[in-house]
């Protein structure tokens, strides 16, 4: 898996593309939260693992499914829905369930794009792991405890990860030029 690092990265990248035509501070942070959120949520299945100290037990499991990905942001995304946008007069569940699968996606995308067993993208129909014919992360080896040399190529190939997102963020959705119906005039 890759850091979390990563994953906020593409979490940001996310939300750049989804605000670029919000100026309302308030819905800018909606989306920006959720965007950040939904990003490294599927890696809260550590959770369990960090309190117990056995990460394999729950770690990269059904949380890493698409179809439980599915699920997971549309249900949170309509009972936030349910309970606030009767204050928030911009509110567009569609909008925002976007920002959430989409963000959720790359996550699992991404792991399954870093060397190590793969995900479970097809739970609960195939108990399979898949990995992408690419690696491009080298991924976490927590254990190998804090300091660790791995840890650089970890940080270092996240980084140049990080400008990638940047640069195609900056490409994908760049802003609309408006161009003068005068242009178009003989
Ligand atoms: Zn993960």
Redesign the pocket.
Request: zero cysteines; proline letters at 14%; glycine letters at 0%.
């Given at each position: 898996?890759p850091s979390p690092i990563a994953h906020l990265a593409a979490g940001a990248a996310v939300a750049v593309g989804f605000t670029r035509d919000i100026d309302d501070p308030a819905q800018r942070r909606v989306v920006w939260g959720a965007a950040l959120i939904f990003s490294v949520a599927?890696?809260l299945d550590a959770i369990p693992g960090f309190i117990t100290g056995d990460m394999a037990l729950y770690h990269?499991q059904i949380s890493?499914s698409l179809f439980f990905g599915i699920a997971a942001c549309l249900f949170v995304t309509g009972v936030f829905g349910l309970l606030f946008s009767r204050f928030l007069d911009w509110w567009s569940y569609s909008r925002i369930s976007a920002v959430a699968l989409i963000s959720y996606g790359l996550?699992l995308v991404m792991?399954a794009a870093t060397l190590g067993p793969g995900v479970k993208l097809l739970w609960p129909f195939m108990d399979e792991r898949f990995s992408t014919p690419i690696m491009i992360f080298y991924g976490v080896r927590h254990s190998e405890g804090l300091f660790s040399a791995h840890h650089l190529i970890t940080i270092g190939s996240e980084l140049a990860m990080i400008v990638g997102f940047l640069l195609l963020a900056r490409i994908v959705f760049r802003p609309h030029r408006h161009v003068p119906d005068t242009a178009f005039v003989e």
């Open positions: 898996m599927p890696d990269n890493h996550h792991d």
